[in-house]
Protein backbone atom coordinates (compact mmCIF):
# COMPACT_ATOMS: atom_id res chain seq x y z
CA UNK A 1 0.00 0.00 0.00
CA UNK A 2 1.15 3.63 -0.40
CA UNK A 3 1.08 6.83 1.51
CA UNK A 4 -0.67 10.29 0.67
CA UNK A 5 -1.94 13.15 2.41
CA UNK A 6 -4.70 15.50 1.78
CA UNK A 7 -3.07 18.86 1.15
CA UNK A 8 -5.67 21.12 3.13
CA UNK A 9 -5.83 19.21 6.35
CA UNK A 10 -1.80 20.14 6.36
CA UNK A 11 -2.08 23.67 5.55
CA UNK A 12 -4.92 25.83 3.34
CA UNK A 13 -1.53 27.06 1.34
CA UNK A 14 -0.70 24.65 -1.27
CA UNK A 15 3.38 25.61 -0.49
CA UNK A 16 3.38 24.39 3.27
CA UNK A 17 1.74 21.59 2.38
CA UNK A 18 4.01 20.60 -0.16
CA UNK A 19 7.08 21.44 1.61
CA UNK A 20 5.61 19.47 4.93
CA UNK A 21 4.77 16.08 2.64
CA UNK A 22 8.21 16.30 1.59
CA UNK A 23 9.53 16.59 5.06
CA UNK A 24 7.58 13.11 5.90
CA UNK A 25 8.94 11.58 2.85
CA UNK A 26 5.75 11.58 1.11
CA UNK A 27 5.43 11.09 -3.14
CA UNK A 28 1.57 11.58 -3.24
CA UNK A 29 -1.03 14.19 -2.45
CA UNK A 30 -4.76 13.78 -2.81
CA UNK A 31 -5.56 17.64 -3.74
CA UNK A 32 -9.28 18.49 -2.55
CA UNK A 33 -9.38 22.07 -1.94
CA UNK A 34 -6.47 24.83 -2.06
CA UNK A 35 -6.84 28.56 -0.39
CA UNK A 36 -9.91 27.29 1.34
CA UNK A 37 -11.72 26.42 -1.81
CA UNK A 38 -12.04 23.13 -3.71
CA UNK A 39 -10.43 22.84 -6.63
CA UNK A 40 -13.07 22.61 -8.90
CA UNK A 41 -14.10 26.24 -7.78
CA UNK A 42 -10.26 27.36 -9.06
CA UNK A 43 -9.62 29.50 -12.50
CA UNK A 44 -7.64 27.77 -15.16
CA UNK A 45 -4.44 30.11 -14.52
CA UNK A 46 -4.37 29.02 -10.62
CA UNK A 47 -5.04 25.32 -12.08
CA UNK A 48 -1.81 25.34 -14.22
CA UNK A 49 0.43 26.91 -11.30
CA UNK A 50 -0.71 23.94 -8.89
CA UNK A 51 0.07 21.54 -11.31
CA UNK A 52 3.43 22.95 -11.76
CA UNK A 53 3.69 22.68 -7.91
CA UNK A 54 3.03 18.99 -7.74
CA UNK A 55 5.72 18.29 -10.79
CA UNK A 56 8.45 20.91 -9.03
CA UNK A 57 8.05 18.44 -6.24
CA UNK A 58 7.83 15.16 -7.73
CA UNK A 59 4.35 14.58 -6.25
CA UNK A 60 1.78 12.15 -7.62
CA UNK A 61 -2.26 12.87 -7.13
CA UNK A 62 -4.28 9.77 -7.68
CA UNK A 63 -7.25 11.16 -6.50
CA UNK A 64 -9.28 14.87 -7.33
CA UNK A 65 -11.72 15.68 -4.46
CA UNK A 66 -14.90 16.75 -6.09
CA UNK A 67 -17.88 17.78 -4.44
CA UNK A 68 -19.90 16.43 -6.95
CA UNK A 69 -23.40 15.01 -5.16
CA UNK A 70 -22.37 16.73 -1.28
CA UNK A 71 -25.74 18.43 -1.32
CA UNK A 72 -29.15 16.88 -2.94
CA UNK A 73 -28.73 17.47 -6.41
CA UNK A 74 -26.18 16.78 -8.82
CA UNK A 75 -23.90 19.70 -10.18
CA UNK A 76 -22.76 18.32 -13.42
CA UNK A 77 -20.46 21.12 -13.68
CA UNK A 78 -18.52 19.77 -10.27
CA UNK A 79 -18.01 16.36 -12.26
CA UNK A 80 -17.05 18.16 -15.41
CA UNK A 81 -14.35 20.20 -13.85
CA UNK A 82 -12.98 17.40 -11.83
CA UNK A 83 -11.83 15.24 -14.87
CA UNK A 84 -10.21 18.50 -16.06
CA UNK A 85 -8.22 18.79 -13.34
CA UNK A 86 -7.86 14.69 -12.89
CA UNK A 87 -6.17 15.05 -16.39
CA UNK A 88 -4.27 17.96 -15.84
CA UNK A 89 -1.99 16.28 -12.83
CA UNK A 90 -2.51 13.00 -13.86
CA UNK A 91 -5.00 11.85 -11.40
CA UNK A 92 -6.52 8.49 -12.36
CA UNK A 93 -9.65 9.17 -10.37
CA UNK A 94 -12.66 11.46 -9.50
CA UNK A 95 -13.69 11.47 -5.99
CA UNK A 96 -17.62 11.90 -5.57
CA UNK A 97 -20.97 11.83 -2.74
CA UNK A 98 -24.05 10.18 -2.52
CA UNK A 99 -25.99 13.16 -1.71
CA UNK A 100 -27.09 14.92 2.05
CA UNK A 101 -28.71 11.98 3.99
CA UNK A 102 -32.88 12.48 3.61
CA UNK A 103 -35.81 10.15 5.24
CA UNK A 104 -37.46 8.79 1.57
CA UNK A 105 -34.61 6.21 0.98
CA UNK A 106 -37.06 4.38 -1.37
CA UNK A 107 -37.39 7.11 -3.94
CA UNK A 108 -33.36 8.57 -3.44
CA UNK A 109 -31.50 5.44 -3.66
CA UNK A 110 -32.98 4.55 -7.38
CA UNK A 111 -32.52 8.49 -8.18
CA UNK A 112 -28.55 8.05 -6.65
CA UNK A 113 -28.19 4.95 -8.49
CA UNK A 114 -28.92 6.42 -12.21
CA UNK A 115 -27.23 9.55 -11.50
CA UNK A 116 -23.83 7.61 -10.37
CA UNK A 117 -24.06 5.70 -13.03
CA UNK A 118 -24.39 7.97 -15.48
CA UNK A 119 -21.46 9.90 -14.12
CA UNK A 120 -19.86 6.83 -13.76
CA UNK A 121 -19.88 6.14 -17.23
CA UNK A 122 -19.08 9.61 -18.41
CA UNK A 123 -15.91 9.47 -16.12
CA UNK A 124 -14.81 6.28 -17.74
CA UNK A 125 -14.98 7.53 -21.43
CA UNK A 126 -12.77 10.01 -20.53
CA UNK A 127 -10.12 7.70 -19.30
CA UNK A 128 -10.74 7.65 -15.38
CA UNK A 129 -12.66 5.90 -12.59
CA UNK A 130 -15.26 7.44 -10.54
CA UNK A 131 -15.44 6.89 -6.27
CA UNK A 132 -17.82 7.08 -4.11
CA UNK A 133 -17.03 8.20 -0.58
CA UNK A 134 -18.51 6.89 2.43
CA UNK A 135 -19.92 9.64 4.50
CA UNK A 136 -21.25 10.19 7.81
CA UNK A 137 -23.38 13.02 6.54
CA UNK A 138 -24.31 11.25 3.14
CA UNK A 139 -26.75 8.33 1.62
CA UNK A 140 -23.88 5.91 2.11
CA UNK A 141 -22.27 6.44 5.29
CA UNK A 142 -21.91 2.68 6.36
CA UNK A 143 -20.18 -0.62 4.41
CA UNK A 144 -23.49 -1.56 4.21
CA UNK A 145 -25.38 0.86 3.28
CA UNK A 146 -22.57 0.76 0.49
CA UNK A 147 -23.44 -2.79 -0.33
CA UNK A 148 -27.27 -2.01 -0.67
CA UNK A 149 -26.29 0.80 -3.54
CA UNK A 150 -23.73 -0.98 -5.15
CA UNK A 151 -26.16 -4.15 -5.70
CA UNK A 152 -28.72 -2.09 -7.93
CA UNK A 153 -25.93 -0.91 -10.21
CA UNK A 154 -23.53 -2.71 -13.25
CA UNK A 155 -20.89 -5.01 -11.20
CA UNK A 156 -17.38 -2.83 -11.46
CA UNK A 157 -18.66 0.54 -12.37
CA UNK A 158 -17.97 2.42 -9.41
CA UNK A 159 -15.52 2.43 -7.04
CA UNK A 160 -15.51 3.50 -3.09
CA UNK A 161 -13.16 5.62 -1.05
CA UNK A 162 -13.26 3.79 2.11
CA UNK A 163 -13.26 5.66 5.26
CA UNK A 164 -13.42 3.61 8.53
CA UNK A 165 -13.74 6.73 10.75
CA UNK A 166 -16.89 8.25 8.59
CA UNK A 167 -18.98 4.76 9.96
CA UNK A 168 -17.37 4.89 13.28
CA UNK A 169 -18.75 8.15 13.69
CA UNK A 170 -22.26 7.74 12.16
CA UNK A 171 -22.49 4.36 14.52
CA UNK A 172 -21.03 5.78 17.54
CA UNK A 173 -19.16 2.22 17.45
CA UNK A 174 -16.75 0.18 16.07
CA UNK A 175 -17.07 0.14 12.32
CA UNK A 176 -17.12 -2.85 9.51
CA UNK A 177 -14.85 -3.88 7.93
CA UNK A 178 -14.37 -4.72 4.18
CA UNK A 179 -13.43 -8.35 3.79
CA UNK A 180 -16.91 -9.65 2.32
CA UNK A 181 -20.05 -8.12 0.59
CA UNK A 182 -19.84 -6.28 -2.58
CA UNK A 183 -17.49 -3.44 -1.00
CA UNK A 184 -15.02 -5.67 -0.87
CA UNK A 185 -13.98 -5.70 -4.29
CA UNK A 186 -14.95 -1.77 -4.71
CA UNK A 187 -12.52 -0.30 -2.37
CA UNK A 188 -10.22 1.35 -4.76
CA UNK A 189 -8.88 4.65 -2.27
CA UNK A 190 -8.93 4.65 1.60
CA UNK A 191 -9.15 8.12 3.95
CA UNK A 192 -7.13 7.35 7.13
CA UNK A 193 -8.18 9.34 10.42
CA UNK A 194 -9.51 7.76 13.98
CA UNK A 195 -12.82 8.74 15.96
CA UNK A 196 -12.70 8.42 19.80
CA UNK A 197 -16.74 8.58 21.73
CA UNK A 198 -17.08 11.87 23.70
CA UNK A 199 -13.69 13.88 22.12
CA UNK A 200 -14.28 13.54 18.08
CA UNK A 201 -11.29 13.01 15.55
CA UNK A 202 -8.13 11.74 16.85
CA UNK A 203 -5.01 10.55 15.25
CA UNK A 204 -5.18 6.58 13.88
CA UNK A 205 -4.86 4.25 16.94
CA UNK A 206 -6.36 6.45 19.66
CA UNK A 207 -10.10 5.89 18.89
CA UNK A 208 -12.17 2.56 17.90
CA UNK A 209 -11.55 2.19 14.12
CA UNK A 210 -9.41 -0.54 14.78
CA UNK A 211 -6.89 0.56 12.37
CA UNK A 212 -4.57 -2.57 12.99
CA UNK A 213 -7.80 -4.73 11.54
CA UNK A 214 -8.79 -2.35 9.25
CA UNK A 215 -5.36 -2.74 7.30
CA UNK A 216 -5.49 -6.30 7.97
CA UNK A 217 -8.76 -6.89 6.15
CA UNK A 218 -7.85 -4.30 3.26
CA UNK A 219 -4.91 -6.90 3.00
CA UNK A 220 -6.80 -9.48 2.67
CA UNK A 221 -8.58 -8.23 0.16
CA UNK A 222 -5.87 -7.56 -2.08
CA UNK A 223 -5.98 -3.75 -1.72
CA UNK A 224 -2.52 -2.46 -2.40
CA UNK A 225 -3.43 1.30 -3.25
CA UNK A 226 -3.50 4.50 -1.49
CA UNK A 227 -3.91 5.02 2.25
CA UNK A 228 -4.48 8.96 2.55
CA UNK A 229 -4.31 10.39 5.78
CA UNK A 230 -6.98 12.99 6.35
CA UNK A 231 -6.16 14.41 9.67
CA UNK A 232 -9.09 16.02 10.93
CA UNK A 233 -7.98 17.38 14.60
CA UNK A 234 -5.03 19.79 15.01
CA UNK A 235 -2.87 19.22 17.72
CA UNK A 236 -3.29 22.13 20.86
CA UNK A 237 0.52 23.05 20.10
CA UNK A 238 1.24 22.38 17.11
CA UNK A 239 -2.44 23.01 14.69
CA UNK A 240 -2.87 20.73 12.04
CA UNK A 241 0.63 20.62 10.55
CA UNK A 242 2.12 18.41 13.71
CA UNK A 243 -1.37 16.50 14.08
CA UNK A 244 -1.04 15.67 10.50
CA UNK A 245 2.80 14.52 11.39
CA UNK A 246 1.09 12.26 14.59
CA UNK A 247 -0.85 10.73 12.06
CA UNK A 248 1.55 9.82 9.70
CA UNK A 249 3.62 8.55 12.58
CA UNK A 250 0.85 6.51 14.06
CA UNK A 251 -0.12 5.03 10.75
CA UNK A 252 3.35 4.02 9.96
CA UNK A 253 3.78 2.21 13.21
CA UNK A 254 0.45 0.60 12.63
CA UNK A 255 1.34 -0.75 9.57
CA UNK A 256 4.54 -2.24 11.14
CA UNK A 257 2.94 -3.95 13.76
CA UNK A 258 0.36 -4.98 11.31
CA UNK A 259 2.70 -6.71 8.70
CA UNK A 260 1.34 -4.51 5.98
CA UNK A 261 4.34 -2.56 3.73
CA UNK A 262 3.53 1.18 3.08
CA UNK A 263 5.23 3.25 0.39
Same mark, same amino acid.
Given at each position: ???????????????TALRECEGLGLTAVELR????????????????????????????????????????????????????????? $???? #?????? @? %??????? &???? !??????????????????????????????????????????APGLVGVVWDPANEARF?????????????????????????????????? $???? #?????? @? %??????? &???? !??????????????????????????????????SLL
Amino acid at each position: MRLSVITDEIAPDLDTALRECEGLGLTAVELRSVGGRNVVHHEPQRLREIRAALRAGGFDCPVVDTPFLKATKAVWEHLDRGMEIADMV $GAKA #VRVFSG @L %RVDDRDW &YLPW !LADVLSAAANQVRAAGFRLLLEIDENCMVATVAEADELLGTMAPGLVGVVWDPANEARFRDSEPDRVDGGKIADAVRHVHVKDYARGEGWVRP $GEGI #VGWDGQ @L %RSLAAAG &YEEY !LSIETHHADPVGGTVQATRDSVTALRRIAGESGISLL
